[in-house]
C-alpha cells in the first residue's frame, strides 16, 4: 500500500458539521465520515482533502456520487457513476473482491495516481479492506471516464452502461473529478451488504 503524506487538511469528523449533502443519505453520508475517521486514526492513511461517496443502492439513472472537500466542507460534485456489468442491470446488487468477476467493490478506498491507459485519462485506487476490495489495484478497478455514463444513455437505456467494476464517470467531467481528489483522497461505496456491514473494520472502529 502506497503511503501518503498528511496534506494539512482537518481530518475527517461526523456528520452535522456544516456539509451541504446534496441529496445524499445523512447516515451513508455519517458511516462514510466515521469510515475516513477510523481510517486517519489508525495511521492507515494521511488526512485527506477530499472525501467521495458512491451510494450503490441508488439506481444507476440517478446521481449516486459525491466528492466533498473536507477542507472548505463543500460538495464538489454530484455525479452519475457507472457499477460492473456482473454487480447487477440498472440496480446493483452483487459485489466482489474477485479478478475477472465484473463486479464492483464495496468499502474504503484511498486514491492513487492518475495515467492514461485503455480508458483513457484514469485513476487508480487501492483498497483498505482485506477480502472486501483489498484487491482493486490487482483487477485493474479505477476511476475513468465512459460514454455509457450520460443521462442521454440512461433515458434511452433505463439505465447507464455497466464497466468491468469501475466507477466510470462522464467523460465531460472525469478528468476535473480525479485531478481533485487524487494523491491520498478517500472513497467510501456503500450498499447495505449485510455482511460487509458487519465485518468491515472502519465500521466497527468506535463499537
Avoid at 452483487?94 to 464492483?104: A, L
Avoid at 440512461?154 to 473529478?177: F, I, K, N, T, Y
Avoid at 481528489?181 to 478517500?186: I, N, Q, R
Wanted: hydrophobic content about 35%; some cysteine.
Amino acid at each position: 500500500m502506497p503511503a501518503y503524506a498528511t496534506s494539512g487538511a482537518p481530518a475527517p469528523d461526523r456528520a452535522g458539521s456544516g456539509f451541504t449533502l446534496g441529496g445524499l443519505s445523512p447516515s451513508v453520508f455519517e458511516m462514510a465520515m466515521g469510515a475516513a475517521s477510523c481510517a486517519v486514526r489508525s495511521g492507515e492513511v494521511g488526512q485527506p482533502d477530499t472525501l467521495t461517496v458512491i451510494d450503490y443502492s441508488r439506481p444507476s439513472t440517478e446521481k449516486r456520487l459525491w466528492v466533498f472537500d473536507l477542507r472548505s466542507r463543500r460538495l464538489l460534485y454530484q455525479e452519475l457513476v457507472a457499477h460492473g456489468a456482473g454487480t447487477g442491470e440498472n440496480m446493483a446488487v452483487d459485489f466482489s473482491n474477485d479478478p475477472d468477476s465484473h463486479r464492483s467493490s464495496l468499502g474504503l478506498f484511498v486514491t492513487g495516481d492518475s495515467y492514461v491507459g485503455k480508458n483513457g485519462y484514469s485513476l487508480r485506487l487501492d483498497g483498505l479492506e482485506s477480502g472486501i476490495n483489498d484487491r482493486a489495484r490487482e483487477r485493474g478497478i479505477v476511476v475513468h471516464g465512459a460514454s455509457y455514463v450520460s443521462a442521454d444513455f440512461a433515458r434511452l437505456h433505463g439505465r447507464l452502461g455497466r464497466s468491468w467494476g469501475c466507477p466510470a464517470l462522464r467523460e465531460a467531467v472525469a478528468r476535473d473529478v480525479i485531478d481533485r481528489v487524487k494523491g491520498g483522497g478517500l472513497l467510501f461505496a456503500y450498499y447495505p451488504d449485510p455482511e460487509w456491514l458487519e465485518a468491515s473494520k472502519y465500521l466497527a472502529c468506535e463499537k
